[in-house]
Structure formats: C-alpha cells, structure tokens
C-alpha cells in the first residue's frame, strides 16, 4: 500500500468573512480544512501600559487555518521547443 504524498498550507485571516471567501477558492483548488483555530493575540506590554484600558483589552483575534490536499506532480516543458510546439505542450498539459 503506498502513501500519497500530501502537501499543506497555513493560512490566517483577521475576521470569519475574510476566511469564508477564501475556503471556497482554496475547496475549488482541491485543498480540504485540517485544522481551524480562533487565536487570540497578546497586546504588548506597550499596548498594556500606554493604550487607555490597555490592561483590560485582549489583543486582536484572527482565525488560523490548516489547509491539505494530495501533492499534484506538475509535468515540466522540455526545453528547446519552438514556439509551435510549446503551444501544443502547454494544450496537451493543462495546469491543475
């Protein structure tokens, strides 16, 4: 039995509208949601003593996304075609 390899991608948005526009581009391009996480940001310590209520306020949050999907073995143009034929090349092998 072998393994397909897989590859994976971290991504953060800074609120769930921003993650919702993307999942649905990155699920088109063939990559499913491993993991999903609410993280919350600590303020500095600057931001704690020089913003008012700075020691009452939690930082940003933003949502942090695994994303993974079966590696694709991408074909590579032999090199010294013509013009012509690296037309054909480019019909015959689709990016995916």
């Known amino acids: 039995m072998s393994e397909q390899s897989m ?13 919702q526009r993307d999942v649905q581009k990155m699920s088109k391009q063939g990559w499913t ?8 940001n600590e303020r ?3 931001g ?13 949050s933003q949502i942090v ?19 012509k034929e690296q037309v054909k090349w480019h019909m015959e092998h689709p990016k995916k």
Do not use: W
């Open 7 to 19: 590859e994976t991608q971290i991504k953060s948005y800074k609120d769930a509208k921003e993650y």
């Open 33 to 40: 949601i491993l993991n999903t996480i609410d993280h919350q």
């Open 44 to 46: 500095s310590l600057a």
């Open 48 to 60: 704690k003593l020089l913003v008012p209520g700075g020691m009452f306020t939690k930082g940003k």
């Open 65 to 83: 996304v695994t994303y993974q999907r079966p590696l694709v073995e991408q074909a590579i143009m032999p090199k010294g075609l013509s013009f």
